[in-house]
């Protein structure tokens, strides 16, 4: 059975950095790493559930949300089956349960951030982030 697992989380002053890593295990006959594109969402206390950054399963193309980009870099190591999250310059609007997410159909900005978090086959646990300010 798949398993994606999150780790990384933690508190930070406003302005810090954090790494998320994801690790994905488990894989049925025929499916690899690579047979997942990748993504990172989170959901803040009375919010919904929010992608904000996606990465094909090549690792070629990305896609974020307005909130994070420019701030944030998804990459991912298809020789380690990891999804890392480096997310600098944060803000206390950054506080929230960040899970990793994983889809056998290919991204859009649509599935990743402009539209509802449907279609995810596999979902992890979640880690927190809190940043202060």
């Known amino acids: 059975q798949v398993q994606l697992v999150e780790s990384g989380g933690g508190s930070v002053q406003a302005g810090g950095s954090l790494r998320l890593s994801c690790a994905a295990s488990?894989?049925?006959?025929?499916?690899?790493?690579?047979?997942?594109?990748m993504g990172w969402f989170r959901q803040a206390p009375g919010k919904q559930r929010e992608g904000i950054a996606c990465?094909?399963?090549?690792?070629?193309?990305?896609y974020y949300a307005d909130s994070v980009k420019g701030r944030f870099t998804v990459s991912r190591d298809n020789t380690k089956n990891m999804l890392f999250l480096q997310m600098d310059s944060l803000k206390p609007e950054d506080t929230a349960m960040y899970y990793c997410a994983a889809r056998t159909d290919t991204w859009t900005s649509y599935r990743c951030y402009a539209g509802p978090p449907t279609d995810i086959n596999l979902w992890g646990p979640g880690t927190q982030v809190n940043v202060t300010s």
């Open positions: 990465i094909s399963r090549s690792g070629g193309v990305q």
């Open positions: 488990g894989f049925a006959s025929g499916f690899t790493y690579m047979s997942y594109s």
